[in-house]
């Protein structure tokens, strides 16, 4: 129910909200909060990014557990709600702002500041809102992770 109610959150998209440990840091100079705030996302995941439906259902077939167990099957039903809710989706991500549409149009815009990363694989976008969207780079595609009782990648390829 909780991956239900956050996918009402992001245009649809549960997408995995983690908080990163408080930072030791200190709040002016070289590897501050000022500092992380003028910093740009990853040149990797700037762009417009559209939701690829087969891909990701090949990702979270290979994935699954044997069938028969409830909690794969609860799980295997909130996903497909999930890949229908994600189909025509785009993610479009600026300097500046993430900007996520659903196929119908509806959606959201955040501005964001970037949190720093140990893998360059991985960007970390904390929203003006507070949460924080983690994208992972695999190949030529990005994904995100659903939150709540599944936690199931979802794959975006650049657009063409």
């Known amino acids: 129910m909780k991956t239900v109610l956050l996918l009402c959150s992001m245009f649809g998209l549960a997408v995995n909200a983690e908080q990163p440990p408080a930072s030791t840091e200190p709040s002016s100079g070289p590897g501050s909060a000022a500092e992380a705030t ?20 090949t990702k979270q ?9 409830p909690e ?21 991500v600026t300097d500046s ?15 964001y500041t970037v949190m720093p990363s140990a ?7 904390k929203q ?15 994904w995100m992770t659903s939150t709540g009782s599944v936690n199931e990648p979802f794959y975006f390829k650049k657009a063409k």
């Open 38 to 57: 003028a910093a740009k996302a990853a040149p990797w995941l700037l762009g417009i990014w559209v939701f690829d439906e087969e891909y990701t259902r």
């Open 61 to 69: 077939k290979a994935a699954r557990p044997d069938e028969g167990i």
């Open 72 to 92: 794969a099957a609860s799980a295997t039903t909130v996903a497909a709600q999930l890949l229908e809710k994600l189909k025509g989706a785009k993610v479009t």
């Open 97 to 111: 702002e993430i900007n996520m549409t659903r196929a119908d149009g509806t959606g959201k815009v955040d501005a």
């Open 119 to 125: 893998d360059a694989n991985i960007a970390q976008l």
């Open 128 to 142: 003006e809102n507070g949460e924080v969207v983690v994208f992972h780079r695999e190949g030529d595609r990005i």
